[in-house]
C-alpha cells in the first residue's frame, strides 16, 4: 500500500540555521510528490510540488528514487518558517486523492 | 477570486444522529477531494468526484457518503454517528482534468470542526 512517513513530529532549529524536514515514501511506481503547509490559523496550502521543480519561499526538495525519499530543505530557517509541514504523494490517474505523512511541526527560535 | 469554502465552521452532534457538510469549491474548479484530520490519524482521504461522479473513495465504511452537484458544490453526510467520527473535515478543490498525467494542486478550504458527543 502506498505510504508517506515523516520520522519527526517536532522540529526545533534557530533562526539562520538549516533545516531539513524529512519525508520517505513507499510506492512501486511513478509517484508524485507535494510538500503542503499550514501555518498559525491558516489554511493548508500547498509549497512545492516535486513536477514543477521550484524552489519556493526558499525551500527546495528533491526526489530520490533510490531511497524513496522527498526532504525538504532550507539553507536558512526564518521565523516565519514556523509552521506545520506535511509530504504527500499521488500518483497516475488518482490526482484527487493525497496520501499525507504525519506532518512535521517546525519552530524556528529567534 | 473567492477561496474554498465551507458550511458550517462548527458542528456538535450527539452519537447516532447524522449529519451533512457542504463545501463549494473555486469557480471553474470541477474537482471536490474529502479528507479527514484527526490527531491520531492525521489527515485522510474520505472521495473525491468529479463531475457529479465519485471518481476515488478511501478507506472508511459506508455511513460516510457524498455527492456532487451540477454547479460543483459538494457535500458529505456521515449517518450513524460515533464519537471517533470527531475530527476536523476538510475540502480542497482542484482543476483536475479527466485522469490520467493531472496533478493540478488542491486548494483547501477552512474545514469543518464535527464534535460528536
Known sequence: ?110 | KAGVTQTPRYLIKTRGQQVTLSCSPISGHRSVSWYQQTPGQGLQFLFEYFSETQRNKGNFPGRFSGRQFSNSRSEMNVSTLELGDSALYLCASSLRLAGGLDYNEQFFGPGTRLTVL
Not at chain 1, 512517513?5 to 507535494?34: D, H, I, R, W
Not at chain 1, 493548508?44 to 526526489?63: C, V, W, Y
Request: charged share 20%.
Open chain 1, 1 to 110: 500500500a502506498q505510504r508517506v512517513t515523516q520520522p519527526e513530529k517536532l522540529l526545533s532549529v534557530f533562526k539562520g540555521a538549516p533545516v531539513e524536514l524529512k519525508c520517505n515514501y513507499s510506492y512501486s511506481g511513478s509517484p508524485e510528490l507535494f510538500w503542503y503547509v499550514q501555518y498559525s490559523r491558516q489554511r493548508l496550502q500547498l509549497l512545492l510540488r516535486h513536477i514543477s521543480r521550484e524552489s519556493i519561499k526558499g525551500f527546495t526538495a528533491d526526489l530520490n528514487k533510490g531511497e524513496t525519499s522527498f526532504h525538504l530543505k532550507k539553507p536558512f530557517a526564518q521565523e516565519e518558517d514556523s509552521a506545520m509541514y506535511y509530504c504527500a504523494l499521488t500518483y497516475y490517474n488518482q490526482g484527487g486523492k493525497l496520501i499525507f505523512g504525519q506532518g512535521t511541526e517546525l519552530s524556528v527560535k529567534p
